[in-house]
């Protein structure tokens, strides 16, 4: 297992390129956010849009548009009982992001099990929150598993696994990702990756961050770098690294940080490694 | 009676534990917030989150959702009229805070007899605002009036004990809380804590907080700490302790100082306040 | 024609006493905002709430309300519609304010014909905007009118005084200020104010604030003032000048200055004051 | 072809006239906006207003009218359904905007051929986004193209010009805009500005600002230069130079720079040019 360093993240933290419009930098499809947790698909949202995601659109309940537009008309938004226009926005992802808020009835079951089916072979997919739980009571078959990605806490990851909280040891995490064949972020205080081939730990954090929401805004930053960055097992890992460096770095000035001021920070922080990153290739 | 001093605050506002998660910190479920007076609940719900209440939800008419979430999507919602769901709720609560913009009315009635009968014996349960006028019309029992803190101001603690404003005073006050068997935080110009054991009086507090809603801040910052804090007694005095000397450094620039301010301050002064608790336990 | 000074603002800013509490800081209840004026008094209300008024109560179209709140927290909403509850409220208030985003249709002017009614001999109001207009057309009678300020502009001052533009001299303004008995603040690049005994001149002001919503901005606060200063013609001329004195500090690095940005600036240079009235005092 | 420079911008941001008021800088009204789409016209709007419109005006969704309130109260809003009023309020505009978020159904076709055919002699008409496409598909005749401006992305140009991306060179360009007889500004990482007499283009930008909404910003920055400076075909220059400027500016910091950060600096931006103005008339 390897820990993850800052030059994970700025490895990948690259230049944009000059000749570049929103299109070069991926479009992102996020469906989430019921009549109860709309909070968390905002939340994903903030961080997809502020990694700099060219365009984000939300697909979520009626109920949460005003809200989302309130805070980010950056965004856009779909009624996510409209499942034609939702069909069809889901084609033009580059990167989706189910989960965040998403609940756990029959809707969200479909919504869930549409995105399932409709992922393209050039799509990568992050599953979190209530559809980790929905796909682990579901039978559903994962298309492309090498181009999806799971970040369940423990008990998710469980539901998942199948794998109690204490037999959740590096080696069961491995066997159990090896069967799904997809990438996981274990979410704890010490967040764990398993990929296919190779395994990292983040070491960074702070109890500072204990609070709701932390997930929903990392499930936002992972699919915000999946849909920039090329080497997407690297761009997951510099998200996860980058999220905890923000909440520390906050935490110094702050006994409780909140997700949406990790999410404000993004654009600097991304920033200060792509500074390194030039000078790293500048030697 | 003794002062509050700034040790009350600083003992309480521990080092979180470094292997920790949003349940570590608590559930708060807030319940309050009518079509007129919903911007009470969101300053209660601001004052929760940012103290670092673990998750926190919010029982309220739908009408005041999108604004709330407008503010702060880390707070979950529920249309207060979904009787079944709202009862789940409660019931997964560590703290439960009702009364902020509840109003008078029989719905408002229903609600706090609901969250009074569904109290259990861990949950602790604080009353603010219309609920102690509801409270003290009705012929109401409490469960568990030790783990139940009433916050009214001179008004309500008129209605509540029974006691006019030329009444109020200490022993009275005192003999008022021993039938009552809660803890009394009596808010005015100078907050006075009653306890089955102590008395505590707030130094600290500007006139610039004179203002509408103070009380419901006060309200969500004294939730947040219950959930957090495992002395409880200590927790609500660290809280109206808090609460004033965030509003008096803000006073020294403002002439009036507004209740979301303080929110916005409290991680930071928390964060001042874990840094002389760490000092003094390093000596 | 007296020109306002800063002592004039200054002897106004009071240091507020120790003990007391929002009541002693007065009740607004502000009038105003359809459906497509609805940011008029929005503004309004954060200049109201800004200056320090203890509660602020807002009695606006539904479809206000939850923009209101994600803004401001701190005001209560009422549904315009709700004549029995709006008539109540109006009875609560100590300062009242109608006008901004009125609007011109006929439930509009019921709304003024209850305003003007309900008025009560302690109760200070003012009139503003399309409410003036309103007032112009109709043949009301002002039951105070020695409690009254019209806020208009040339244009609105033309149809309730008659005096064309060009006629719009000192004299004539104050000799239709005689006949209306209430004060006139008549806004123009540099406002003047008419009261029955005296005339002032606002040498301040800057065309950075010529912007949409400056009046609603102003009107919220003289109301606010009204609601805490015992000398009401020193305290409107008080909100005239700090309008423009916010404007003017903040033209020195804006090209042109929001309204809302000159709310947001209101408690601290509300403060600047208070400290000169103090030092002046200690003399 | 002349490359924009600075002078460019500063010879445009004049000192503001003392006499003014809200009228002096013009009445610009924005059509756009649909339920998926209303954060463009939300950017829009905020860009319009902060480069100092005397009044903004917004006919959206009403979907739209509660989140644009929250964040921006200075604007007013219209149902675009109420076909009475729109064309009512079209007619009370000095410059018209029509196309941020507008959609390609049969209703927003409509609106772009009303503001078409009621566009009059004096009225400055910007056609941006879906409008664009929507003007492509229809056979309609633009009554005033000596004050029309388009701002094609290259995919629009193509749409509206027939010249595919290839064939887009300034010849080709220019040749397209004598057909119409309107402005064009044709954006791209470095956009060009194409006039009946002259080509622009910018040679300022930054890849920070490839990001969702960055062309609806700009929209509503050129709507609002045309409403207050005499020299339109500067002004539109300026607009594009300025909005490039801030957001280099704000990339030196951020490795994304959002649509409503450029807005919030732009009072600031247009102030330094002022104040170069004001230097270079000094001498």
């Known amino acids: ?68 537009h309130a805070r980010l008309p950056e965004a856009m938004v779909l009624d996510w009982t409209l499942t034609r226009a939702v069909s069809e926005l889901l084609g033009t992802a580059t990167v989706l992001l189910i989960g965040p808020g998403l609940g756990l ?23 979190d929150g209530s559809a980790i739980s929905l796909f682990a009571q579901s039978d559903s078959h994962l298309n492309y598993p090498e181009h999806i990605v799971f970040t369940p806490h423990q008990m998710e990851w469980q539901r998942l696994s199948g794998l109690k909280l204490t037999h959740q040891t590096i080696d069961n995490n491995q066997a159990a990702q090896k069967k799904l064949g997809a990438t996981i972020v274990l979410k704890s205080h010490r967040t764990e ?3 296919t081939n190779e395994q990292y730990r983040n070491p960074l954090g702070t109890p500072a961050m204990a609070t709701g929401g932390m997930g ?6 992972i699919t915000g770098f999946l849909a920039q960055f090329p080497d997407k097992e690297a761009a997951i890992c510099a998200a996860v690294y980058l999220h905890s460096q923000i909440g520390e770095e906050l935490g110094k000035k702050r006994y409780v940080v909140l997700p949406t001021e990790i999410s404000q920070q993004i654009p600097r922080f991304m920033k200060l490694a792509e500074n390194i990153n030039k000078k790293t290739k500048g030697k």
Chains 1, 2, 3, 4 share one sequence.
């Open 105 to 127: 009835d029959s809707h969200s079951q479909q919504l869930l099990q549409l995105v399932l089916q409709q992922q393209t072979s050039t799509q990568w997919l992050v599953i």
């Open 1 to 68: 297992m390897k820990d993850l360093t800052r030059d994970d993240l700025t490895a990948v933290i690259q230049p944009r390129p000059q000749e570049s419009h929103k299109g070069t930098f991926g479009r992102a499809v996020l469906v989430g956010g019921n009549a109860t947790y709309g909070g968390a698909i905002i939340m994903s949202t903030e961080a997809a849009v502020r990694t700099g995601t060219g365009l984000v659109s939300v697909i979520t309940a009626k109920h949460n548009h005003s809200a989302l």
């Open 216 to 221: 929903d805004t990392l499930a936002g930053m």
């Open 193 to 195: 990756i398993y990929t």
